[in-house]
């Protein structure tokens, strides 16, 4: 009988297609989507899918056709419980030309052991 380990919660590895930091468990990378070969654990299992959504925000910003080029920057703040910044990040920067849109989408995914939600449920 093969025991399947699975890797503590929060582990993580580099995707070897894109290179960004994902979760161990995984079995598709979120950021460039292509499936791994390596599934999950050290057993080769299924690995695990988001369990819910608990939040997720959809905006655009439309530049007029009049004036100079608006630069941004997306940026990514994690807050613990207390207030304290734990993670922080900028994800992308840019310029938008007059006339130009932009849209963005950000969203929190949560994996739980088994898929199952633990008594939160989407909030979309």
């Not at 161990?24 to 999950?40: D, I």
């Not at 939040?55 to 920057?73: M, T």
């Not at 849109?101 to 898929?115: D, I, L």
Request: hydrophobic share 40%.
């Amino acid at each position: 009988m093969t025991t399947v380990r699975r890797p503590p919660a929060g582990a993580t590895r580099t995707c070897p297609h894109c290179r960004a930091v994902i979760l161990q468990s995984t079995v598709v990378c979120p950021s460039c989507r292509k499936h791994l070969r390596f599934a999950g654990g050290a057993g080769g299992g299924e690995g695990i899918v988001p369990t819910f959504t608990p939040l997720k925000v959809e905006g655009a910003i439309k530049h007029p056709s009049v004036g100079e080029a608006w630069e941004y920057a997306v940026m990514v703040s994690i807050t613990n419980e207390r207030g304290e910044e734990v993670a922080r990040q900028i994800v992308a920067v840019g310029a938008m030309q007059p006339g130009e849109q932009r849209k963005f989408s950000f969203a929190v995914e949560v994996f739980t052991p088994g898929g199952v939600a633990g008594g939160a449920a989407d909030s979309n």
